[in-house]
């Protein structure tokens, strides 16, 4: 099940919200999110369900055996065991065809390749039970001594599938005691509905966009439509992934819950570090937090910590080489940012910088995009014209022509337009009136805009459910 789906949103939500509000007390609304939550996940993956529970019963009993015998053997042989067996899962499930495969083709083998379908979201609630032990190993949280409360934690459906990643500490408090104010309402419902338009609006018509140049054969495609369709694509990607977030985001404040940002316009950027604080930041404070400072042979080693983060941000993406070239490509231009320093970084032109990060992101997301390394290599030499490809073409014309609203509203849109009709609490009572109508009204409008294309939608998956 996705949330950009008629019968999620007009089904499966509604009913959900009128008993949520309607039950009385917090442990009936946390009995209610465990079912409904398990209910969501098994939609779709109605085996791996089991795998979830599994999961969550090991980290919630490592996180007992881990306060404990705080600082003792069998403390800190169950964080042992939790990390072992939670990247072992994923190792399995995400990895082990893509390990086989490069073992066969590097030392001429014929192993078997196992055929295992990866299971819905595993990568995000792998993350955030492990985020769990590690924080109670470090003695930062306290430890959940309540099964069915963590399981709510780990299972809650409108982070479960595709994130953003939330920390146990980030909602701690809430998960024994949150209300619902009338502005989390507003709030929510206005979140998930521009998150909603994201995806049906935008993001959706930018992949199709992104489709009519880069299905076929690249290398016919011109220097000016492949510039195009990438930046297009990397357009996609942003508006897929944060739509999703801002669903999540809405759907935790209907419920009482305030998750942490996951995207915090990120393409108004002045370079490429300041870039990855802006995306992903669930990811990227992950990592940043739990492997960068980690000690290697006995003490931290800047670099290699550095590189290992972005191996690791890479693979985490999928099991293929270019998800892996890709985080090693970030890493050597924030580690060439680090050598250059803030200070000299900022005496730089800012036109200058704009566009050299912005030339960066997008060749990024080139990699993100051709799985394959010779559509991945073609890319490259089409980006310049090596390929004898056109400068320009027919195609991208007409591309240009038929979508320019689209691209405009992308453009606008991925830009913190949005600040400037905010009130605040020097404004009129007359300006508080418009711009709470417009915003209504502007709500009320997208979200219609945004089911009628839904109608037809047979599948309409977000981007991050694969990862």
């Known amino acids: ?15 959900f919200l009128l ?3 309607a039950v009385p007390g917090i442990k009936s609304k946390n009995a209610l999110l465990v079912v409904f939550s398990l209910i969501f996940y ?4 109605p085996v791996y369900v089991l795998l979830l529970i599994a999961s969550t019963i090991l980290n919630y009993i490592s996180g007992l055996v881990i306060s404990k015998f705080r600082d003792r053997v069998p403390s800190k042989a169950a964080f042992a065991m939790s990390l072992v067996i939670n990247i072992g899962m994923l190792m399995v499930f995400k990895y082990s ?10 030392f001429s083998l014929d192993i078997h390749v196992p055929d295992i379908s990866l299971p819905i979201g595993i990568s995000f609630y792998t993350f955030q039970a492990m985020s769990y032990t590690i924080d109670c190993y470090w003695d930062t949280v306290k430890v959940q001594k309540n099964y069915f409360k963590f399981l709510m934690y780990v299972s809650l459906f409108p982070q479960l599938v595709a994130g953003p990643i939330v920390r146990y500490s980030d909602i701690e408090n809430e998960i024994s005691s949150r209300t619902i104010s009338h502005a989390d309402i507003s709030t929510g419902i206005t979140r998930i509905t521009i998150g909603l338009a994201k995806k049906a609006i935008i993001a959706n018509n930018l992949y199709t966009v992104v ?27 942003y508006f897929d992934f944060s739509g999703y977030s801002d669903m999540a985001i809405g759907l935790g404040n209907l419920l009482g819950f305030h998750f942490n940002e996951n995207f915090n316009y990120p393409f108004i950027c002045k370079d490429v570090t300041e870039f990855w604080q802006r995306w992903h930041i669930s990811l990227s404070t ?28 890479g693979l985490w993406h999928g099991a293929s080489w270019n998800f892996v070239f890709w985080g090693l490509y970030f890493g050597i231009f924030i580690f060439i940012e680090q050598l250059i320093g803030k200070k000299r970084i900022k005496k730089i032109p800012l036109v200058i910088r704009h566009i050299y990060n912005k030339l960066v992101i997008i060749v990024g997301f080139g990699i993100f995009y051709f799985e394959d390394l010779g559509s991945l290599g073609n890319f490259f030499k089409n980006l310049i014209g090596l390929n004898n490809n056109a400068l320009i073409d027919d195609h991208l014309r007409i591309s240009i022509t038929n979508n320019i609203f689209l691209i405009i509203a992308a453009i606008v849109a991925s830009l913190p337009v949005s600040r400037l009709f905010r009130a ?11 711009i709470g109508t417009a915003k209504i009204a502007f709500t009320l409008t997208i979200f219609i805009i945004s089911s009628i294309l839904l109608v037809d939608a047979t599948n ?7 990862f």
């Open 19 to 21: 008993c949520y509000y």
């Open 1 to 15: 099940m996705v949330f950009s789906n008629l019968f999620f949103l007009y089904f499966f939500l509604f009913i």
């Open 460 to 466: 309409n998956p977000f981007l991050y459910f694969r």
């Open 42 to 45: 098994a939609w779709g993956e």
């Open 211 to 237: 489709k009519s140049f880069f299905s076929n054969d690249i290398s016919s495609v011109s220097v000016a439509g492949t510039w195009y369709a990438v930046t297009m694509y990397a357009l996609y990607v």
């Open 286 to 313: 992950f990592f940043r937090d739990y492997l960068l400072y980690i000690p290697i042979f006995g003490k931290r080693r800047q670099t290699l910590n550095l590189f290992i983060v972005w191996f690791c941000t």
């Open 424 to 434: 605040d609490n020097n404004s009129s009572p007359f300006r508080l009136c418009l």
């Open 97 to 106: 065809a893509f390990i086989i495969t490069n073992i066969n083709t590097w």
